[in-house]
């Protein structure tokens, strides 16, 4: 039986054409500095982002965690929203590698309100605190639907951290989705924020990697936070190629995935017992609600699979499904199909 794999854009493989930059890749020692791929890479991604310097890693959760660890010291205290990446999926890095200090806000689509931060930043001077250092933000937001963040609400954090001298980070892990979903630049997306980590591995189809952009001296220290992670490589320029053809080739085909979401998502909205708010669907992502049907989503799921349609169940009662490369048309189609079926069987 054929399957159709929509559980995340992470489960990619490498064109012929990416596999062929790979196996040309001119390579060196990158832990010593000497490997001309890595730099193209890291120098492509910062002008592309409109920063000053790059960083190639092995993963954006690494990525995260080394901005984390450049830009704060042990004790500081870190705004996130109470979804997001860094706080859920990073295995409390910024606690147990950062000895920071997570403070969650709430809100639909992702954003922070920096009316709800407001009585919440600490300078340090008062001793029972922890000093609130940085604002991180994720672009698009995966757990609030892969929604895009407003500019408008990204401004705002910005300008409450200019106010307190905080740090604003960017999980950008599919700012390129973001990117071509709201018709503006990389760099546009990128200004406000003092750094930004770019996933390679999701929906531009790298097969690892991540780079962390922003200015020559934060990536000098994240450079070491790299190293104490265990992210040096060596000749990763074989990795890095697949990074620089990814970032070259890939971008502006993600409007397809867009494209075959919307008509994913309302395939799904019509199958029996899902329930799917598609004003949220604004990228690659559909979150279906399995409540109606009183059957959990990893059972849908379950049944999903051995229909041929593979499918992530991201919360007790909320299923994932993500487009991607390696998903065409007739893909979206019979994935369609195959949902509806099944929901009527359990119904």
């Given at each position: 039986?054929?399957?159709?794999?929509?559980?995340?854009?992470?489960?990619?493989?490498?064109s012929?054409?990416?596999?062929?930059?790979?196996?040309?890749?001119?390579?060196?020692?990158?832990?010593?500095g000497?490997?001309?791929?890595?730099?193209?890479?890291?120098?492509?991604a910062?002008?592309?982002?409109?920063?000053?310097?790059?960083?190639?890693?092995?993963?954006?959760?690494?990525?995260?965690?080394?901005?984390?660890?450049?830009?704060?010291?042990?004790?500081?205290?870190?705004?996130?929203?109470?979804?997001?990446?860094?706080?859920?999926?990073?295995?409390?890095?910024?606690?147990?590698?950062?000895?920071?200090?997570?403070?969650?806000?709430?809100?639909?689509?992702?954003?922070?309100?920096?009316?709800?931060?407001?009585?919440?930043?600490?300078?340090?001077?008062?001793?029972?605190?922890?000093?609130?250092?940085?604002?991180?933000?994720?672009?698009?937001?995966?757990?609030?639907?892969?929604?895009?963040?407003?500019?408008?609400?990204?401004?705002?954090?910005?300008?409450?951290?200019?106010?307190?001298?905080?740090?604003?980070?960017?999980?950008?892990?599919?700012?390129?989705?973001?990117?071509?979903?709201s018709?503006?630049?990389?760099?546009?997306?990128?200004?406000?924020?003092?750094?930004?980590?770019v996933?390679?591995?999701?929906?531009?189809?790298?097969?690892?990697?991540?780079?962390?952009?922003?200015?020559?001296d934060?990536?000098?220290?994240?450079?070491?936070?790299?190293?104490?992670?265990?992210?040096?490589?060596?000749?990763?320029?074989?990795?890095?190629?697949?990074?620089?053809?990814?970032?070259?080739?890939?971008?502006?085909?993600?409007?397809?995935?867009?494209?075959?979401?919307?008509?994913?998502?309302?395939?799904?909205?019509?199958?029996?017992?899902?329930?799917?708010?598609?004003?949220?669907?604004?990228?690659?992502m559909?979150?279906?609600?399995?409540?109606?049907?009183?059957?959990?989503?990893?059972?849908?799921?379950?049944?999903?699979?051995?229909?041929?349609?593979?499918?992530?169940?991201?919360?007790?009662?909320?299923?994932?499904?993500?487009?991607?490369?390696?998903?065409?048309?007739?893909?979206?189609?019979?994935?369609?199909?195959?949902?509806?079926?099944?929901?009527?069987?359990?119904?």
């Amino acid at each position: 039986m054929r399957t159709i794999d929509l559980r995340s854009d992470t489960v990619t493989r490498p064109s012929a054409a990416m596999r062929g930059a790979m196996a040309e890749a001119v390579v060196g020692d990158d832990v010593f500095g000497d490997d001309p791929t890595v730099k193209a890479l890291e120098e492509h991604a910062a002008a592309l982002f409109g920063k000053t310097a790059g960083l190639f890693l092995p993963s954006g959760t690494m990525s995260n965690q080394a901005a984390l660890l450049a830009w704060t010291e042990r004790g500081d205290e870190v705004f996130v929203h109470e979804q997001s990446h860094v706080l859920l999926y990073e295995q409390a890095g910024a606690a147990v590698l950062g000895s920071l200090q997570t403070r969650s806000f709430a809100s639909d689509d992702g954003m922070l309100d920096p009316g709800a931060m407001e009585d919440f930043v600490h300078t340090g001077e008062d001793p029972h605190n922890a000093r609130t250092r940085l604002v991180a933000l994720e672009n698009t937001h995966n757990h609030c639907g892969g929604r895009v963040l407003d500019p408008r609400g990204v401004l705002a954090v910005r300008a409450f951290c200019d106010r307190h001298g905080l740090v604003l980070h960017l999980d950008g892990a599919r700012v390129c989705n973001a990117a071509v979903a709201s018709g503006r630049p990389p760099a546009e997306l990128a200004a406000p924020f003092d750094s930004v980590s770019v996933c390679l591995s999701k929906g531009l189809g790298a097969p690892v990697g991540s780079v962390l952009v922003g200015p020559a001296d934060f990536v000098k220290r994240a450079r070491r936070a790299r190293k104490l992670l265990g992210g040096g490589m060596r000749q990763a320029g074989i990795l890095a190629a697949a990074g620089l053809f990814a970032l070259r080739e890939n971008v502006a085909r993600l409007a397809e995935d867009h494209r075959r979401c919307r008509t994913l998502a309302e395939a799904i909205a019509k199958a029996p017992g899902l329930s799917v708010d598609l004003a949220r669907v604004e990228t690659n992502m559909v979150f279906a609600s399995t409540r109606l049907t009183g059957t959990k989503a990893a059972e849908v799921a379950r049944r999903l699979a051995e229909a041929g349609v593979l499918a992530l169940d991201e919360s007790p009662w909320l299923l994932r499904f993500v487009t991607h490369l390696d998903v065409d048309d007739a893909d979206v189609e019979e994935a369609g199909e195959i949902v509806a079926r099944t929901m009527s069987a359990i119904m």
